[in-house]
Structure formats: structure tokens, C-alpha cells
């Protein structure tokens, strides 16, 4: 069964902390993994990641995918209140596109 | 064009009764996807279209759902005799499939309850 699996599913924070939210899976025909930001409403991309080792970045966000070992990273430097939302992960599956989500880690950035 | 937009973005209704919702992708796109949410779980897929035709309907999409996308633009998906537990958050999704690098961009969803 394909499996993607988010950890932790909480995180709480201070602003300036860094965290590194992970994204590990087990799938059949992987094309690529993807970020998304959701606050209260629809999820909002973030990076689609294809091949290893390749680190795509964005201001203060990075991530990265480990192809052989099935994870990818994604990173959040000098946290700010507006970083708190849900972050979601999603495999994209080679023949159809589909996506399986992972549960999402809740993202807290105090004060 | 400023993105997937839906219709309604909230929709109460007692159980029993039918529901549509509509949802306009990017206007260049061609493939369409319902994915559904419920508090605390990421987005599960339901189906997707590409252009008019329906390719993939997930086992969750049960017999009571029914999703058209009849001219490769906007689609509708129906829910009948709703049931409580159809209570969630209903997203579509549209891409472009001729890109290499395809990702899917989402709409505001609309967030159904059901009494």
C-alpha cells in the first residue's frame, strides 16, 4: 500500500527558531514529491522536487529529496508568525498524476 | 485568469439532500482533479479529468458522487443523499499536463456540512 507519512505532526516554535518538517514514503511509480502550505484554506505550492540531492530553495525555504532512502526535508530558517500554517507533502504517481498526501505537520510560530 | 476558483465556498445541508458544487481551473489548463478533506488528514483524491473525459475515479468516490466536466472547462461534482459523513472540505486542483514539470495548483475549496 502506498504510504506517505509526515513527521512531526506538530511543531511549535519561536520566531527566529529553524525547524525541518519531514516527508517520508513508500509508492509505486513515484514521479515527484511536492510541498504545499495550507493555512485556512486551500494548500498553496510550495517546491516540486524530482531528482536527489537537488536543493530548491525560496527566501527562507529549502528543501531537498533523498530518492534512495524515500524522504525529503523541508526547511524554514529565522521563523516568522506568518510560517504558521499546516505544511503538506504529496507524492505524484507516473501514470495518472495522482497525488497521495501525507497528514500535514501543524507549523506554530510564537512570539 | 487569477486561479482555480469554486462555488459556494460554504454549503450546509441536511441530510438527505443533493449537492453540486462547481469548480473553474486556470483557463490554459486541461487536466481537473476533486480531492477531499477532512479536518486534521491531508487532501485524498477523488477523480480527475483530463480535457472532457473522466480517467480516474477513486474507491472512495462511491455511487452517490457523480463528477462532469462536459465541455473540458469547469466541472461539477454532485453529491446525493448526502450523509453526515460527507461532512468536509471539497478541493479541486487543474494543471497543465503538457509540462514536464506538472504540479497542481488548488482552489479555495468548498467546505460542506452536513446536518
Known amino acids: 500500500e502506498d504510504k506517505v507519512v509526515q513527521s512531526p505532526l506538530s511543531l511549535v516554535v519561536h520566531e527566529g527558531d529553524t525547524v525541518t518538517l519531514n516527508c517520508s514514503y513508500e509508492?509505486?511509480?513515484?514521479?515527484?514529491l511536492l510541498w504545499y502550505k495550507q493555512e485556512k484554506k486551500a494548500p498553496t505550492f510550495l517546491f516540486m522536487l524530482t531528482s536527489s540531492g537537488i536543493e530548491k530553495k525560496s527566501g527562507r525555504l529549502s528543501s531537498i529529496l533523498d530518492k534512495k532512502e524515500l524522504f525529503s526535508i523541508l526547511n524554514i530558517t529565522a521563523t516568522q508568525t506568518g510560517d504558521s500554517a499546516v505544511y503538506l507533502c504529496?507524492?505524484?504517481?507516473?501514470?495518472?498524476?495522482?497525488?497521495?498526501f501525507g497528514a500535514g505537520t501543524r507549523l506554530t510560530v510564537k512570539p | 485568469d487569477t486561479g482555480v476558483s469554486q462555488d459556494p465556498r460554504h454549503k450546509i445541508t441536511k441530510r438527505g439532500q443533493n449537492v453540486t458544487f462547481r469548480c473553474d481551473p486556470i483557463s490554459e489548463h486541461n487536466r481537473l482533479y476533486w480531492y477531499r478533506q477532512t479536518l486534521g488528514q491531508g487532501p485524498e483524491f477523488l477523480t480527475y479529468?483530463?480535457?472532457?473525459?473522466?480517467?480516474?475515479k477513486s474507491r472512495l468516490l462511491s455511487d452517490r458522487f457523480s463528477a462532469e466536466r462536459p465541455k473540458g472547462s469547469f466541472s461539477t461534482l454532485e453529491i446525493q443523499r448526502t450523509e453526515q459523513g460527507d461532512s468536509a472540505m471539497y478541493l479541486c486542483?487543474?494543471?497543465?499536463?503538457?509540462?514536464?514539470?506538472?504540479?497542481?495548483?488548488f482552489g479555495p475549496g468548498t467546505r460542506l456540512l452536513v446536518l
Open positions: 504529496a507524492v505524484v504517481f507516473y501514470n495518472n498524476n495522482d497525488m497521495r
Open positions: 486542483a487543474s494543471s497543465l499536463a503538457e509540462t514536464r514539470q506538472e504540479t497542481q495548483y
Open positions: 509508492v509505486t511509480n513515484f514521479r515527484s
Open positions: 479529468f483530463q480535457n472532457e473525459a473522466q480517467l480516474e
